[in-house]
C-alpha cells in the first residue's frame, strides 16, 4: 500500500494555496489567529526566532535565553536546518536580515 505524505494530498495542498493567496501581513494575522492557537502561533514563532538564530550562528544557549524555547525543540530546528527539505533557508533567506532576530 502506498504511503500518503504531506507531499501528495489535496487537503494540504488546499491549505498551502490558502497561504499563498495572503497579500497583506494583516490578512496573515487575521488567517493564523483563525485557524492556530496563540500557542500553536506562539510555538511557530519561536521555532522561526530559533532557526534564525541557528543560521547567524548562535549557541543553543544563546537561543534559549532569548526566545525562550527547549534545547530539544533547538535540535529539532537544528537537524531541519542540516538534513531537511530547506524550508528555513528559503524563507529566511527571502527575508531582509533585520525581519527576523
Do not use: W
Request: hydrophobic fraction near 35%; aromatic fraction near 6%; proline fraction near 1%.
Amino acid at each position: 500500500m502506498k504511503e500518503k505524505t504531506h507531499r501528495n494530498d489535496v487537503h494540504t495542498d488546499n491549505l498551502f494555496k490558502a497561504i499563498l493567496a495572503l497579500e497583506t501581513v494583516e490578512e496573515c494575522y487575521d488567517f493564523f489567529e483563525d485557524l492556530c492557537t496563540m500557542k500553536e502561533l506562539a510555538d511557530m514563532t519561536q521555532r522561526v526566532r530559533a532557526a534564525r538564530m541557528l543560521l547567524n550562528g548562535a549557541t543553543y544557549e544563546q537561543i534559549v535565553k532569548k526566545v525562550e524555547i527547549s534545547t530539544a525543540t533547538i535540535s529539532r530546528i537544528n537537524r531541519c536546518i542540516q538534513y531537511g527539505s530547506g524550508g528555513y533557508r528559503t524563507v529566511l533567506g527571502r527575508l531582509p536580515a533585520g525581519e527576523v532576530e
